[in-house]
């Protein structure tokens, strides 16, 4: 089981490909201060934009160098259940620890649909799957009816939750209980979902601020969710900042200026505007980094 400070983690480029030796700076980062899983090839790591060679070596590197230290769980999503299986089967030959899948943008399948697009990638496959229930992105919403059918299945683990409904928690929880995973997708929301039942995040903002998104952690697990909470005031601003315009341009920006990575973005994705990148500065002064 997954649970506490877990990372969406950024793919650093430089002038067109991967960085690698951008991407052991981040990952020493996290295991320096705790985080307790990376997530890899997902949407802050520009998934999409990575060429089937690419994904593989980036999953067979990245093991490779965490060597067990920490789970790696793999992004393997496409509206097309068929091309996400494609990336599973390459996933699977790299080492990580479970997948993290998402479907229903563009195409848009009701429940049913959802259900059997799921239900393909765990029949088909072998590792733990994460289900990515992200309605802002992909339009459509995995109702907790839908998810309890799904947990039902033996590798589906639990579920990365960036509905921003606070009751869906509690709600799934009534319908599967306590063994799956609640993961939050949204910084914004790390504590409440905490609250309502959660078990932790996969967090961007952990690419830049490890160690505070571990101690946010740590708090909710200690039930001491004052603390959580002034932790996440700290943290809010610069949340609201990377926000400004469409991830990961913000996170990347920010992690340039810990010296992590350059600011690179591959297409769609571009630049950030001038005003975004000085706000972005200012909340990491007023944070201390």
């Known amino acids: 089981m997954f649970e506490g400070s ?3 983690m950024i793919t650093p480029f430089s002038e067109g490909r991967i960085d690698y030796a951008g991407v052991k700076r981040c990952i020493d980062l996290h295991l320096e201060h705790g985080t307790e899983g990376l ?31 920490i789970p790696v769980i793999a992004g393997a999503s496409s509206y097309n259940p068929v091309e996400a299986l494609a990336l599973i089967r390459i996933a699977e030959t790299t080492g990580v620890d479970a997948l993290l899948c998402a479907a229903g943008y563009y195409n848009r399948p009701n429940q049913q649909g959802l ?3 799921f239900r393909y990638l765990h029949d088909n496959s072998s590792l733990p799957l994460l289900i990515y229930n992200i309605p802002p992105r992909t339009i459509v919403d995995i109702q907790p009816e839908t998810m309890a059918r799904l947990a039902q299945l033996e590798r589906v683990i639990g579920v990365k939750d960036a ?5 869906r928690p509690m709600q799934e929880r009534v319908l599967i209980g306590d063994d799956f995973c609640y993961l939050s997708g949204d910084d914004c929301t790390a504590v409440a979902y905490n609250a309502m039942g959660g078990h932790g995040i996969i967090s961007v903002i952990a690419n830049l ?7 946010l952690q740590d708090a909710c697990r200690a039930n001491d969710f004052a603390t959580a909470t002034a932790i996440q005031h700290r943290l809010t601003p610069m949340i609201q900042a ?19 990575c350059t600011p690179e973005c591959r297409l769609p994705m571009v630049e950030l505007q001038a ?6 500065r200012q909340a990491l002064q007023q944070i201390g980094g």
């Open 6 to 8: 877990l990372v969406a």
């Open 39 to 69: 997530v890899i090839a997902g949407t802050t790591g520009e998934a999409p934009t990575l060429s089937k060679a690419e994904y593989q070596q980036l999953l067979t590197e990245v093991c490779r160098y965490v060597a067990g230290r």
């Open 115 to 117: 259900y059997e697009h």
């Open 163 to 167: 509905c921003r409904d606070l009751a």
């Open 209 to 215: 601020l490890p160690a505070q998104s571990r101690q």
């Open 242 to 260: 990377l926000g400004l315009e469409p991830n990961p341009a913000g996170i990347k920006y920010a992690c340039s200026l810990l010296g992590l």
């Open 275 to 280: 005003s975004s990148k000085e706000i972005i």
